[in-house]
Structures are given as structure tokens and as C-alpha cells.
């Protein structure tokens, strides 16, 4: 019986022997690779997808789920990185304390007595440790071996230029969603197709733009400013910058002031850039003429005075090239009299001013101005001079670009022209009538732009496709009146050698919290092109109360501060947008460009001005288009309307 006893013991111990060296060969000796599916659901694979390639729609790849974003040369401006999410299953967890220890080995962030808590819940099954974590964080919680603690496969968005049109991309949530920006309003489009979503961003003129601006708001010091570039004739948006702004990695850590848009939410009065709205309005609606005069003697209504802020260079009297170039309010306020409050009213509503710039951001704001009960002959004026409505610097920069592509209304975007995105928007030729479209096809044909034949034009541009608001031969008149702002009048240091810039200065003084304007708090505004003798880019720039210098000699108008930062800006920009500077035909251009300050009367026409009766036959030439207006000399209103 012993025998037999020590028989089965010798043979328990062979089969234990032969089960401890199986065990160290193959765990100590020659210890095999887990195989993939083994630890597959603990550690996911980590995609590797290159933006740009063309596989990034083969579903056999592994894919990130949320688009890329471009700037129209293919630089990243948005995407998606692969993270994990850390979570537990307390119930399978034994010592809740060692295990936060181990974790804050690889996560120092952990908050220890959270963690803890976290993991001391019996009735919990899943509960979250740590979001967004590396690659290489996760490996290493892994090989801590810790049973109970599992990874979920994420995505973390990342702006590799951080403050770099921060504005425009806007921002994701923790859920990867869209919240702001074109995150927001793409966000189907991100997260349906693989393909990068190409902007029309220039991240080169966007880094110029906002440089200098701050350079301006630094020497300013503005509470706010903002600067645009936009095509005017695809209405692409080249740059569009806003101040203060934010790293758009640390989107929820910026300050309300830095989260506000002023490009296209800031509601502010435009002050005398409006005066080209005004100008544009009563030439094409026959109103005046460029020879018709107008009065810039300061209006009484009530206890208000229309006024100029300088007069020492004005005659009782100017031109409407006058009016532009020296910027009268006065005289602005009588042409807008003539037009009168009702067309006044279509043509902003036909330019779009009353309505949100339709861009592709959801912050878009809604334009302030007065419901037509009150639109008296007060309003008629003061809106006639950039007072009484308020606009996003886009509105401003899309109405310029429509007084000198010819007369098309573009439609602002942020998406590049020759890109394969659906645009949403509707036909933009569809409120055109026979008549316009006709024009439009004539204007097309001809070629009919000013200074067309002028030497080194700029590079061939498309042909604006909208709705046509002004004639060709309007817009053609406006560009060199534009011109004239820059050459002779208050926009003199927006000047740019060779780039041929014409534009508009505004200042309008602030309205305060409780209503009623500030005096010297001002909006100051530049609104600009060039160049004109082959109009290509709108480029505009806003302060928002700034202060004034030495060098301003106490001035905060635009003339002393933006004007100068649109030079600046033109001038780097230009040769990255492959308009390069033509001084060796300066001349020959500019006498295309020229208009005379007072342009002289063609014969069978009797100005408006000093002593013409608008009852008087001979003020009523069949040449002149639309009803005669009344003279500027009757047209200050007795009392406020």
C-alpha cells in the first residue's frame, strides 16, 4: 500500500514538474507576443491617416471620424488627433488607493482623493478617470496591468496655428461637436466626409493682417478692432481678423470680449465710409450728378447741429467729388434728402444692409437701423452720413466691393471658389431682372471696367456673379471718385506706391451705454481697394475707440490710424496675392484714374447749387435721368423728422 501511495506522489510530482517548466519556457524563457485580439478591446488601434490623402475616404482604413480643416493652400488649420478616455469598473477593482497611486505615475493631474472616490463605487459600473489622453499615456497605464481599467478610442480636435483665425474656425465640444465658427456650421459636413474642408483663408495675408492690426492697437490702444480681405469679385474671404482674440486650443478659457467676433457679430455705426453708399445711391438712381453742388453749411435741427469736423479747406458749396474726398456731413445729409427716405430705404435693403451678412458663421448679427415709422427726414440724413444704423465691418466691406466689380452684389464666403463643396446658397442671379441681366451680359462682353486697358493690370480675376445694384458705368464713375478719396481727400495715408488704392475714411462717434454719443470716443474706419485700376481686394480695417498719439496730434479720426494700417497692409499682402506694385506706369494709370474735385458742367445741363430753382424749366433737362432734386440750399428740414 505504501508503495502504491508513493507511486501516485512520484507521479503528481512529474506532472507538476513537467506543468513548471512548460510554464517558465514559456513565460521566463521564451515568453510569446499576446496575439492582437487578446488585447484589442484594451488597447484600440491608433489610426495614422495623413489629411491630404486621397485613401481618406477607403472605409477599409482606419478613419478619424471628424474632417480636417484647409486653408485654401492646404495648410491645416483643424484636425483631428487620436486620444483615449480612461474609465473603470469599480466593482472589479480590489484596492481603490494603490490604484490611484499607480495612475498618478502616469497622469501627475489626477486629483487623489477624486480618483479614489471615483473608484470606491460599489454600485458603479462605469465611471470616467481621465479624458483626451496620449497615445503614450495610454500604453503606459496599460502596462501597469491593472485589472478593471479599460480605454475608449476618441478623437482630440487640435489647431496647429492656435490663434490663427481663430475666430473663423471656432471650436468643438468635449463630445467632438461643433459649437462655434465653421466647426458649427459645417459641423455635418466634418463629420460625413472625410475629405478636408478647404477654406478660402490665405493663412499667409491672415498673419500679415493681424500683425499689423495689433501693431495698430497696440500704438491705439482701441478697446476692440477688426480687419477683413475679400475678394470683390468671388466674395471669397481672404483674412478676417478680430481683436482680442484667442488660442483656439483654449477655446473655453477665453473671455467673452475674446470669444466676440467683431467682423460679423460687433454692430457699429459706419460713420463716413457710408457716404459711398450715399454717392453710389443718387448717381444711379439719377439723382445727382458728379458737377451738382450741394451746401456744407452746418444744419440746425432743433438742438442738433450737422457739422463738419474741419472746414478750413471747404467752400459753402462742393461738388459731389468734393463731398467724397472731403468727407462733408453736411452736404452728404442734402444729396440723401434728395434721394429721399423711401428709395433711400430700398437701395440699403437691396445692398443687404438690413439684413445678417449671409457668411457661412452662425455668430452672423443682425444689423440695427430704425423701423420705417421712425425713418423721418432726421434719419434720412444722418443715415446718409454713416449715422442712425448700426453694421458688421462684412456688410461694409461687401457693399464697397459692389461700387467697384462692375455692380454686383457677391456674396460674402468662407469657402474656397474652385472647391467641390455644395453651397447652400440660392441662385444669386434670381432677383435680377431681364434688364440687369442683359446689362450684365453687355458689361461682360465689352469688358467695360475702367482702366481696363491700363498697363500691368492686376491678375486676371472671375467674373462677379450676383445681382447687379449699379451700372457699369456707375461703378467705373465710383472707382475713380474712390480714387480721388486717396490721391486728394481724407484717405491720403491709405496710399500704397504702385498698388493704386482708393477708398473711404469713417469716423462716427460712439454711442454710450445710456444712449446719446460720446464725444471723442470714436469708430474709426478705413474701407478700401486695390487696385483700382483692376479692382481685386477689398481690404478694411475698424478701431474701436481708439486713442490719440503724438503723432496724431490729438486726432482719433481714420485718416490718422486705420488709413495707415490699410497701407501697411496692402503693401505685404499685395505680392502674396500676386499683385505686385506698378511705379514704372504710375502716371499713365493715374490720368486714367484722374477726376476733377469740381468737374465742369456738360453743356445742355444746369447744375444744382447757388441759385437753382429745382421749379425753374431749365433745371428739367431731358438728359437727366429721374426727377430733378430740390436744391441743396432748401433741403435742411425745419425740424427733426
Do not use: C, W
Given at each position: 500500500m505504501y508503495v502504491r501511495l508513493l507511486g501516485v506522489a512520484a507521479g503528481f510530482c512529474a506532472v507538476y514538474a513537467a506543468v513548471a517548466l512548460k510554464l517558465t519556457y514559456a513565460t521566463i524563457l521564451n515568453p510569446k507576443a499576446p496575439e492582437p485580439h487578446q488585447i484589442q478591446p484594451l488597447v484600440p488601434e491608433i489610426p495614422h491617416i495623413d489629411p491630404r490623402d486621397s485613401r481618406a475616404g477607403d472605409l477599409s482604413l482606419p478613419q478619424i471620424r471628424r474632417a480636417s480643416i484647409i486653408d485654401r493652400n492646404g495648410q491645416e488649420l483643424a484636425i483631428s488627433l487620436p486620444v483615449a478616455q480612461v474609465y473603470a469598473n469599480p466593482q472589479e477593482l480590489i484596492n481603490p488607493e494603490e490604484i490611484a497611486k499607480k495612475l498618478r505615475t502616469v497622469l501627475p493631474s489626477l486629483d487623489p482623493d477624486e480618483?479614489?472616490?471615483?473608484?470606491?463605487?460599489?454600485?458603479?459600473?462605469?465611471?470616467?478617470?481621465?479624458r483626451d489622453i496620449t497615445p503614450a499615456q495610454e500604453v503606459a497605464i496599460n502596462n501597469l496591468g491593472i485589472p478593471g481599467i479599460y480605454f475608449e478610442p476618441s478623437e482630440r480636435r487640435h489647431y496647429p496655428l492656435g490663434l490663427t483665425a481663430a475666430h473663423v474656425l471656432g471650436a468643438v465640444d468635449i463630445d467632438d461637436k461643433?459649437?462655434?465658427?465653421?466647426?458649427?456650421?459645417?459641423?455635418?459636413?466634418?463629420?460625413?466626409?472625410?475629405?478636408?474642408?478647404?477654406?478660402?483663408?490665405?493663412?499667409?495675408v491672415q498673419g500679415v493682417v493681424r500683425e499689423e492690426l495689433a501693431k495698430a492697437k497696440d500704438e491705439f490702444q482701441p478697446i476692440g478692432a477688426s480687419a477683413i480681405v475679400m475678394d470683390v469679385n468671388t466674395g471669397e474671404v481672404i483674412a478676417m481678423v478680430s481683436l482680442p482674440d484667442y488660442d483656439a486650443n483654449n477655446f473655453k478659457k477665453a473671455t467673452p470680449d475674446e470669444r466676440f467676433n467683431r467682423a460679423v457679430t460687433g454692430m457699429y455705426e459706419p460713420g463716413s465710409t457710408f457716404k459711398l453708399q450715399t454717392a453710389a445711391m443718387a448717381l444711379q438712381l439719377g439723382v445727382a450728378h458728379i458737377w451738382d453742388r450741394f451746401s456744407s453749411i452746418p444744419i440746425h435741427i432743433g438742438r442738433f447741429t450737422i457739422s463738419d469736423l474741419k472746414t478750413d479747406h471747404f467752400s459753402p458749396w462742393l461738388s459731389l467729388t468734393e463731398v467724397m474726398a472731403y468727407s462733408s456731413n453736411p452736404a452728404a445729409a442734402h444729396i440723401a434728402l434728395d434721394v429721399g427716405g423711401e428709395r433711400q430705404r430700398e437701395w440699403l435693403r437691396n445692398m443687404g444692409f438690413f439684413s445678417p451678412v449671409p457668411i457661412e458663421l452662425p455668430e452672423a448679427g443682425r444689423p440695427i437701423f430704425p423701423a420705417i415709422r421712425n425713418w423721418g427726414i432726421s434719419t434720412v440724413m444722418t443715415v446718409g452720413f454713416g449715422h442712425g444704423v448700426a453694421e458688421p465691418p462684412l456688410a461694409?466691406?461687401?457693399?464697397?466691393?459692389?461700387?467697384?466689380?462692375?455692380?454686383?452684389?457677391?456674396?460674402?464666403?468662407?469657402?474656397?471658389?474652385?472647391?467641390?463643396?455644395?453651397?447652400?446658397?440660392?441662385?444669386?442671379?434670381?432677383?435680377?431682372?431681364?434688364?440687369?441681366?442683359?446689362?450684365?451680359?453687355?458689361?461682360?462682353?465689352?469688358?467695360?471696367?475702367a482702366a481696363s486697358s491700363s498697363p500691368a493690370p492686376a491678375p486676371s480675376a472671375a467674373t462677379p456673379v450676383g445681382t447687379r445694384v449699379i451700372s457699369p458705368e456707375?461703378?467705373?464713375?465710383?472707382?475713380?471718385?474712390?480714387?480721388?478719396?486717396?490721391?486728394?481727400?481724407?484717405?491720403?495715408?491709405?496710399?500704397?506706391?504702385g498698388y493704386f488704392v482708393g477708398g473711404k475714411t469713417g469716423t462716427a462717434e460712439k454711442i454710450g451705454p445710456h444712449g446719446g454719443y460720446l464725444k471723442h470716443v470714436n469708430i474709426s474706419a478705413f474701407t478700401g481697394i486695390f487696385p483700382m485700376n483692376a479692382p481685386r481686394y477689398a481690404v478694411y480695417v475698424m478701431l474701436d475707440s481708439p486713442h490719440a498719439t503724438p503723432k496724431t496730434h490729438g486726432w482719433t479720426t481714420a485718416a490718422w490710424n486705420a488709413a495707415p494700417t490699410v497701407s501697411r497692409i496692402i503693401t505685404r499682402v499685395g505680392p502674396m496675392l500676386q499683385i505686385f506694385p506698378d511705379t514704372a506706369h504710375a502716371a499713365e494709370i493715374d490720368a486714367k484714374l484722374a477726376i476733377p474735385l469740381s468737374p465742369p458742367v456738360p453743356r445742355g445741363y444746369r447744375a444744382l447749387g447757388p441759385g437753382n430753382d429745382p421749379g425753374d424749366p431749365r433745371n428739367r433737362q431731358p438728359a437727366r435721368a429721374g426727377k430733378p432734386g430740390r436744391t441743396a440750399a432748401a433741403a435742411a428740414p425745419a425740424q427733426p423728422g
Open positions: 480618483t479614489v472616490r471615483r473608484l470606491s463605487m460599489p454600485h458603479r459600473q462605469f465611471v470616467y478617470l481621465a461643433g459649437i462655434a465658427g465653421v466647426e458649427r456650421f459645417f459641423e455635418q459636413r466634418l463629420t460625413s466626409s472625410h475629405a478636408p474642408l478647404r477654406l478660402s483663408l490665405d493663412v499667409r461694409i466691406v461687401r457693399g464697397t466691393a459692389a461700387t467697384v466689380n462692375g455692380g454686383i452684389l457677391v456674396r460674402p464666403t468662407l469657402l474656397a471658389a474652385d472647391s467641390d463643396e455644395d453651397r447652400t446658397d440660392e441662385d444669386p442671379k434670381k432677383d435680377a431682372t431681364p434688364l440687369q441681366q442683359l446689362a450684365e451680359r453687355k458689361a461682360a462682353e465689352s469688358g467695360s471696367t456707375n461703378s467705373a464713375l465710383l472707382r475713380r471718385i474712390l480714387r480721388l478719396d486717396v490721391v486728394k481727400g481724407t484717405g491720403k495715408t491709405a496710399e500704397s506706391p
